[in-house]
Structures are given as C-alpha cells and as structure tokens.
C-alpha cells in the first residue's frame, strides 16, 4: 500500500480533521463577527466533502482494508456517512438556533465537526485501544457541546452529569480491555478473537468482559442501565446537541459494540446475545413506561430514544450470521431510518423553543393551525418512530424483529411488539395536542432557512426509505457481509 | 384495451391515492369536492369491470405479481376472489356516496377532509386486494391514520378521545400479528398467502397463529367483548367517517377470519369454532339489548352494528356453504343498509344537531320522502323478505341450524330484537304527534341526499329479489375454501 491509497482511504477523516482546524482559524481570523455563518458554511461544505469521499470509497466496493488500526470496510463507510449526515443536519439547524446564544459559535462548529471525525475512527477501529481512544475523543468533544451555554444553569448540569457518568463509564470499558488484553496479550480485535476461547475460566473472564465493555458502549448507546445521564443531559443540553447526541453519537455506540463483540468475541456468542437481550427488554420497557409521563418534549423524546436504543440493540442480540435476517442488517437499517426519524423530531422541538422558547407539550397546542408544515413533519416522524407503515420506522422494525423471529426468541419479540403500542400511546399524545388541542396563542411559527431545509431533507428520507427501501437494503446487506465474512 | 393483462387492480387500488394527491392542485372547496366524486365514480366504474370477464371458479383472479426486494420473498401480489370482489366494490361504491353526502356539510379544511377519505379508501381497498402477508400487514396498519384524523378533527363531542382509542386499541390488536407473519415466514419460507395456504402448518403454531390473528380481526369486527371502543368511534365519528367504519372497516376483520384464520391454521380453527360461535351469540344478544335502551339514535345504529356483525361471525363459525356464503354476503348487506341508516341519522342531525329520540316525532308529516326512505332501509335492516337482510340472515340462520339448531335459535331471537330496536327508532323519529315546535319546519331531503340513498336502496331491492346474482360468485370461492379446510374441521 504506497502513501496515496492510504491518503485515499483515509480521506474522509483528513478531511474531517483539516475542516475543523480551518473553521477554528476562519472564525479567529474573523474575530466573530458574523455569529458564526461562515464557520458553518465552512463546517457545512467540508462535511460534504467527507460524505463524498465517503460515499466514494463505499460504492468503489472497497473490501476491508486496515490502514493504521483502523479498518476501511462497508461497515465503517456506512456509520461514517451516517456520523457526517446527521452532524450535518444538526449543524444547518443549529444556524439560526444557535444566534446570539453563545459568543463561541465558531468553536461550536469545529466541535461538532471534530465529533464527526471521532466517530469516524471509533467506528473504524479494530484495535481496543484505538476504540477507546474514539470513544473518549466522541465524549469529550460531547461534554463540551452538552454544556455550551455557559450561563445556563441545566446545560451546565448536563455537561457535568454527563461528563461524571462518561468518566467512570469509560474507566469501567478500559477495565474491561484490559482483561481481553490480559488473557491474550493482545489489543487487536480479530487476534483476540482468535485466541480467546471459551472453556473453563475463561468464559467467565470473558463474560465480566462484556459487561465491563458494555458499561461503555451502552453509556454512549443509552442502554438500560447506562442510561440515568440521558434525561437530564438531553433537556438541559442545547436542542441540536441533544438531537446528535441521541442519533450520531447513540449509533456510535453500536456501531462499536457490534465490532468488537462480532470480531473480538466470536466465541462467547451465546452469552453477549444473551445479555444484550436483557437489556434490550430493560431498555424498552423502561424507557417507554417512563416516557408516558412526559410533558416536557427533550425528556419525552430523551425516554423515547432510550426505549428506541432497546429496539436496536435487538438486531445485535438476535445475531444470526447466515439466516435470512442477520440481525445486524436489521441494526443498520432500524439505525438509518431512525437517524432521520429522531434529527426530524428535534428538529421540530428547535423550531418550537426557537418560536415560544419552550419545549412544553403545552407548546404544541394547536400547531397545525399555527404552522402546518412544522405539525405535519412532526406527524411523520412521530409515526415512523412508532412504526407504522409504510414509513422508515416500519422498516426498521420489521427487520429487527424479523431477525428476532428467525433466532426464536419468541418472547423477545412479543415483549417488543407489546412495546410498541405503548410506545404509539405518548407519540399520539403529541399528535393529538397538535392538531385537536387548542391553544391560546394564534401567532404562526416562523422556520428559518436552514432549519426548514434540514427539515425537508429528514422528512423526505423518512418518506423514501419507506416508500423505496430497496436500494438502502441492498447498500446495508453489502455492508453487513463485510463485516460478518471477517469476524464470523 | 386487453383486459387480462392489464393491471386493473393496481388501477383500482391507487387511483384514489392519484385522486387524493391531484386535490393539491386546487385551491377553492368546490373543485376539490368535484374532485373527490370524480375520483371515486371512476374508481367504482373500474371495479365494475371486474365482472363481465369473471369465471366463477373460486379462484384468484387478476393477479399481479411484483418481486420487491432481492433476496426476500416479499411481493407486491394482489388478487381478488369471489370473497373479496363484493367486499371491494362495497368499497368503491360506497366512496362517491360519502363523498355525495359531505358535499355541503363538511365546510372547514375540506381538502385534507377529501384526501384522508381517499387515502383511507386506497387502505382499505389494499387489504382486500393483498395476497402477500407483509403487504397485507402494510394496508392493515395503514388504515388507522386517516380515520384517526377523520374522527379527531371532523367528530363530534368526545372525539379525541373516540379517535385515540379507536387508534391505540386496534393497533394493540395487531402488534403481535407481524411476529406470527414472521414465524409464518421462517416455517415455510414465504409470505404468500397462496403458498401459506398448502403449507401445512404444524399444530403449535396453528394454535397460536389462530389467536394473535383472532385478536386482531376480531378486535376490528368487533366481537363481544372486544367491542368497546366501536360506540364511542362510530358515535363520535362524524357521518362519513361511520359509513366507513361500519360499512367497510368492520369488513375487514370478517374478511380476516375468512382469508387467513380459516385456511391458514384450519386445525387451530377447529378448536375454536365453538368459542367463536359462542361470542358471535352474545354479540347477537348483548348488541340487540343495548341497542334497544339507547337515547341517541346513532348510538342505537351503533349497537345494531355488534349485534348484526354477531350474525356474520355466527354464518362463519357454521363454517359450511350456507354460513360462509351468508357471512360474505351479509357483510356487504350490513354496509349497505348499516351505511344508510348512518347516512339517514345524519341528515337528521344536519338539520337539527341533535340525535335524542325525544327529540323528535311524527316526521311522517313533515318529511315524507324522509320517513319512507327511513322506514326502507329499517326493513332491509331488519330483514324482511325481499330485501337484501333477509336472504343474508335467512341463508347464516341455515347454516348454523345445520351445525346446531340452539345457535339458529338463538340467532332467530336476535332477529325478532333487531325488529325491536329500529321499530323503537322509527317510532321515535317517525310517529306521534309533531309536537316539538323545532321539527315544525324541518326540509325534506334534497334532491343530493335522495341521489345520495337512491344506489343502496336500489341496490336492497336487488339483493333481495335476485340473490343468486351474488351468490354464484361467492359460492365458488366459499366451496374451495371448505375443500381445503371442512376435511380438518369434519364438516
């Protein structure tokens, strides 16, 4: 491999790291002037470029190569391009939103901007070190973001929670690293699951390992019972964060899970699907119950995306390398069509508190009098979390728990679906205020641009992976095979 | 234009979701509704041509076959047979007619009122037409929205709360049905209903394949006691909204015990035909009773609509040709005739905002052509010879008798009820003196309304007089289906 493959292979990271450094120094040399719409126009174009040399590197039909411990495979194409989509979208929103509510706006986009990056070489990473060292990138990166408004007293306290869970939670992960590294005197994933049995003491060794490895992934993830960071970082951190935090940086946590559980632990198989299940039923069930009793929409949708985190974690506990649904096919799609989904979603609330300056239910009253448009994406996105067809959220559904059913795992699969129309009850409730509540207020809503074209952009591919999922189930399947065909 | 290979179907089932779309392109209330009627007369004159080219062999017609997605056996496959060719044109007939109807009374947000009728027709239409589990599922599920909305905004007193339950309680139904159309997948390897249907599913997954698909149908028909949610939907709805609900959308989980729960789990069916039987009894009875105390004049329609859906799951639970027949045939009857009593009640209601019995009395005097349509369309629902009830209730009462003469008995009993209840009612609205002074100048129907009732009351008399027109379609698909299924059951 001579320098320039590895330049090409590598080119939507570099990139993602030259775009952050230029916004950082535009935005000096600017001395703010402008509340950060140059830093963001540049954020915006160089994350466009990174989807393209993504995008490139995908459809070139690269096979796994490794450059540097990280692998360059269909895997990772995927979860980067899903990492710079949504930090794209959350950066155009963020434009207005974001306006005269903080002095460091240029900073605000490098760090989205080097978020993405993060997230790009965790989900590359086939060394345990160089996952931890994406993951703590992604955190602390993260707990700047959460934390952004300075004089705000509940983001404040949503960096610090999130930072003290994230601290021990990525302590708790390097422990259980080191016990991998302690049985096999190796960091390197496919090493490890080479050498790393499953009789006698070791598969108890390798069983504190998950959990340990978990209280990792599943902080990021959200998983029950990693999860008590998540309410109160997703109200009080600013909108957009809050909505990357719960998309991009939520199937980052996945995305690593699923690697390093596939490819490092091939052999303890039975016993991580295992524990995934559980907490898969945890996860769903708490957060959807929890959620019933929200009227504040960041914390609704904070339990919603906790519940929903339980949903895909089914893919990767209903592994099933072979079958028809493989499981992790189904934890890529239920992911891309909830990214769009769940950025949607938020994407509404910024508009809301943007317009009201709340995120009450209360808020929502009446909106499709007041703003139409706004109540109407609202709708869809509300649907397609809860599944119904013929939207993104149905499909994604459908194939988790067609892997699910493929494994047997019967009860799994009813307590899921019994989830899902518990699930139906809250989002409706948010339907039914916006369109039979009336409200007081009478003045319509006003979306800015970038706001409205981020909008358009998650309602548009809610619709067309719905409509159309074909091409998107073909691109994940490739995708998949990868990854199984190396760690299986 | 040849007719065999053309996609008539496909015609059928998204020409109103074209129509609903083309509503966007106008602006004022008038084009719209022009629109909307347009839409949905080509739609029933599309279904029409369904039957000159029918061969009645109980077969699957018209089929047409899309592979979807590589690698998975899921496909746009749709077909129609002599169960679900009356079912469909029951659908796009009674389109136009609501439309028709809430032609003036529906005045506010009349272009998203239209396209959620179309879109909820193009639904409705989809799950009689599917012969692909998944697909199936997909029209099912989809079926909730628009009527969500229709009840929710164009209701009447409660009807948040009629829509929400309407929506939560019917999708609890169905949340298990997608893991068993899984299950049904990975033994056989496909969602085809045809495939499905020779497969030969083992016991276990008969019995619980049965339940979760029982639940779902039999929460949408409604059996007793899964009926709850069907008063406050069908009162609060507002009137286009109830000739939907009870004209077609109850269809659909009779349609359900008869394409999936009978052939598909036949030995499961088996053991359950008595409960059904049981249930679909007290249905008959608890309907009749209720129906007979109520105040509210659509609430009274309302429960007639459990009590006559009682008799269409009795001619199923008979499961020989009489009860099967009757039960394909009655269900369109009771859209019809159920569909114009709602549509009578709320013309009633357009003039005065008001459904209370004591409201009214001796109509007869003021709104002749009211009353005798009225009293019309009580006879075809109560079912007197000549009219299209009484050869659908006749022929289920025939074929439970030769099952178990109690269960004709007690059937019988419902029918003499059903003469009770809508007698009460007539006698409310019609009879006695006109001496409420707000009935004194009360209209008579519009030439719209009577264009409106004038295709179901011609449509009673032709059922009734000449059944066998209905009948030779539905008998062929009800023998087949009782060659594949009566061996197991021992009928």
């Known amino acids: 491999m001579n320098a320039l493959d590895i330049l ?41 470029g990174a989807l393209v040399a993504t995008l490139l590197l995908a459809f070139a039909g690269t096979s796994t190569v490794e450059a540097f411990t990280l692998a360059i495979d269909p895997y990772s194409l995927f979860f980067k391009a899903l990492a710079i989509v949504s930090v794209g979208l959350v950066i155009l929103a963020s ?27 965790a989900v590359s990473a086939t060394n345990l070190v160089m996952v931890y060292l994406g993951i703590e990138f992604l955190s602390i990166t993260s707990y700047i973001l959460a934390s952004y408004f300075r004089q705000d007293l509940r983001s404040q306290e949503a960096g610090v929670k999130y930072f003290l869970y994230g601290a021990v939670a990525g302590a708790v992960m390097l422990y259980g690293i080191s016990l991998l590294y302690g049985a096999t005197g190796s960091v390197d994933l496919a090493t490890v699951g080479a050498l790393f049995s499953a009789e006698g003491d070791q598969r108890l060794l390798g069983i504190a390992a998950i959990i340990l490895l978990l209280a990792g992934f599943g902080f990021k993830a959200s998983l029950v019972p990693f999860h008590q960071w998540a309410p109160d970082t997703y109200e009080g951190a600013p909108t957009p964060i809050t909505a990357f935090l719960s998309t991009a940086s939520k199937a980052a946590g996945f995305a690593v899970a699923g690697r390093v559980f596939m490819v490092a632990l091939p052999n303890l198989v039975a016993d991580w699907t295992a524990i995934l299940g559980s907490l898969a039923i945890l996860s769903m069930t708490l957060g959807n119950l929890v959620a019933l009793k929200q009227t504040n929409l960041k914390r609704l949708l904070a339990y919603s995306s906790i519940a929903q985190a339980g949903y895909i974690v089914l893919g990767l506990a209903a592994l099933n390398p072979g079958g028809d649904f493989d499981g992790v096919g189904g934890l890529l799609i239920y992911l891309l069509a909830y990214l769009f989904t769940n950025i949607g979603a938020f994407l509404v609330v910024m508009a809301i508190e943007q317009h009201s300056g709340s995120v009450d239910l209360a808020a929502y009253n009446g909106l499709i009098k007041r703003a139409p448009a706004l109540a109407l994406w609202m709708t869809l996105f509300l649907l397609s979390l809860a599944g119904i067809p013929p939207l993104a959220g149905f499909f994604g559904k459908f194939f988790v728990f067609a892997a699910v059913v493929e494994r047997n795992l019967l009860t799994l699969a009813a307590i899921a679906a019994v989830n899902a129309v518990v699930a139906a009850f809250y989002y409706l409730n948010i339907v039914r205020a916006m369109f039979f509540v009336e409200s007081e207020e009478q003045k319509p809503v006003s979306v800015a641009a970038g706001l409205s074209a981020a909008l358009a952009i998650s309602g548009i591919m809610v619709l067309v992976i719905g409509i159309a999922a074909q091409p998107f189930i073909t691109w994940i399947s490739r995708s998949v095979e990868m990854v199984l065909v190396s760690g299986m | 234009m040849d007719l065999t290979t053309f996609p008539l179907l496909s015609l059928i089932l998204w020409l109103p979701v074209l129509g609903a779309l083309a509503l966007f392109l106008f602006a004022d209330a008038r084009s719209i509704r022009v629109t909307a009627l347009v839409v949905t007369l080509l739609d029933f004159a599309a279904s029409l041509l369904l039957l000159p080219r029918w061969t009645p062999d109980g077969s699957m017609h018209y089929q047409e076959v899309l592979a979807w997605a590589a690698g998975l056996d899921f496909r746009y496959h749709l077909g129609v047979d002599g169960i679900s060719l009356w079912l469909v044109l029951l659908t796009t007939l009674l389109g136009p007619i609501v439309v028709l109807f809430s032609w003036r009374n529906v005045t506010e947000n009349v272009r998203s009122f239209f396209f959620l009728l179309l879109i909820q027709q193009a639904g409705m239409l989809g ?34 709360y009629a829509a929400t339950k309407f929506f939560l309680y019917t999708m609890a139904g169905s949340a298990l049905m997608l893991v068993v159309i899984l299950l049904l997948y ?306």
Not at chain 2, 412 to 434: C, D, E, K, Q, S
Request: aromatic letters at 12%; charged letters at 10%.
């Open chain 2, 127 to 160: 799950v009689f037409l599917s012969l692909d589990l998944i697909l199936f599922f997909i029209f099912w599920e989809f079926t909730l929205i628009p009527m969500y909305f229709l009840i929710g905004q164009w209701g009447s007193g409660r009807r948040v």
């Open chain 1, 95 to 121: 434009i207005s939103f974001m306006r005269g509510k903080s002095r460091y706006l240029g900073e605000y986009y490098a760090l989205l901007v080097f978020a993405a990056l993060a997230i790009s070489l």
């Open chain 2, 186 to 491: 990975f033994q056989t390897g496909s969602f085809n209903w045809l495939t499905l249907k020779e497969a030969g599913l083992d016991r276990t997954l008969q019995f619980w394949g049965f339940l979760t698909f029982a639940l779902a149908f039999a929460i949408k028909v409604p059996m007793f006691p899964f009926h709850t949610w069907l008063p406050d939907a069908h009162v609060e709805a507002p009137t286009a909204g109830s000739v939907i609900l009870a004209g077609v959308l109850l269809k659909m989980g009779v349609y359900g015990f008869l394409r999936f729960c009978l052939p598909l789990f036949p030995q499961a069916t088996a053991i359950f035909l008595p409960w059904i039987a049981g249930l679909a009894i007290v249905g008959i009875l608890y309907g009749s009773l209720t129906a007979l105390v109520q105040k509210d004049v659509k609430s009274l329609v309302a429960y007639s609509s459990i009590a006559h859906l009682g008799f269409v799951m009795l001619g199923v639970a008979s499961m020989n040709e009489q009860g099967l027949s009757g039960a394909v045939l009655q269900s369109v009857n009771h859209g019809l005739s159920t569909g114009a009593l709602f549509l009578m009640v709320g013309m009633i209601y357009d003039r005065r905002h008001t459904r209370l019995l004591a409201e009214f009395g001796g109509l007869w005097r003021q709104m002749p052509v009211y009353s005798a349509l009225f009293m019309v369309v009580v006879m075809a629902s109560v079912g007197l010879p000549g009219l299209n009830g009484f050869v659908g209730e006749f022929t289920i009462l025939l074929g439970a008798f030769r099952v178990n003469p109690l269960w004709a008995a007690l059937g019988t009993l419902g029918v003499i009820l059903a003469a009770w209840y809508l007698l009460a009612a007539v006698r409310g609205l019609l009879h006695g003196p006109l001496d409420n002074p707000a009935n004194q100048h009360l209209a008579d129907l519009d030439r719209r309304e009577v264009l409106v009732l004038a295709p179901l009351v011609l449509l009673f008399f032709l059922i009734g007089l000449f059944p066998a027109l209905f009948f030779d379609k539905i008998t062929p698909a009800v023998e087949l289906l009782l060659r594949d299924v009566g061996p197991v059951i021992g009928r």
């Open chain 1, 8 to 48: 090409q292979l590598l080119s939507p990271e570099l990139i993602l790291a030259l775009t952050g450094f230029v916004v950082v120094s535009v935005d000096l040399a600017m001395r703010r002037r402008d509340e950060g719409r140059t830093a963001a126009t540049i954020a915006l174009l160089g994350l466009g």
